[in-house]
């Protein structure tokens, strides 16, 4: 059986999920409704501008920040839309889970999670190395077996 077959009843697994289950009712009850559907959709794209404004080191005035809340406020006092996000949550960590799961079966994760007590480089800093002269920066481990 292919990789893509078993991708394929994975994802048919899913469907059949709780998570899932509750994702497609609360989605229905929100698309029923087009000024909920607009809140939803304005509150994400101020949330995405936001998180790429923090990610780039800006800071976000507090006129936007304010925007936000009050959109955040609105969202939590309509129930068919916290809902429909804790539904969504929900159904993304189960996703999230799956493809934690995959990486580690391929040991694709032990390169994209710091070690455990260390602290990133900073930008434009070298590695450390453990032999003088070693251009890898990669020390003993380089010479190593996995």
């Not at 939803?40 to 809340?69: C, N, V």
């Not at 999230?96 to 990486?103: G, N, P, R, T, V």
């Amino acid at each position: 059986m292919s990789v893509y077959n078993t991708a394929h009843q994975l994802a048919a697994q899913l469907a059949k999920s709780d998570e899932y289950s509750a994702y497609r009712t609360a989605r229905k009850a929100i698309e029923s409704d087009q000024q909920m559907v607009w809140l939803l959709k304005d509150f994400r794209r101020r949330q995405m501008e936001l998180q790429f404004k923090i990610a780039s080191g800006a800071k976000p005035s507090d006129d936007e920040m304010a925007t936000y809340s009050s959109l955040a406020e609105a969202i939590g006092m309509h129930k068919p839309l916290s809902e429909f996000l804790t539904a969504e949550a929900s159904l993304m960590r189960v996703v999230a889970d799956l493809q934690k799961i995959l990486l580690q079966g391929i040991d694709l994760l032990d390169y994209m999670e710091e070690p455990p007590g260390k602290k990133p480089e900073k930008a434009g800093s070298e590695p450390p190395r453990d032999e003088p002269g070693d251009p890898s920066g990669l020390g003993k481990e380089s010479s190593r077996t996995g």
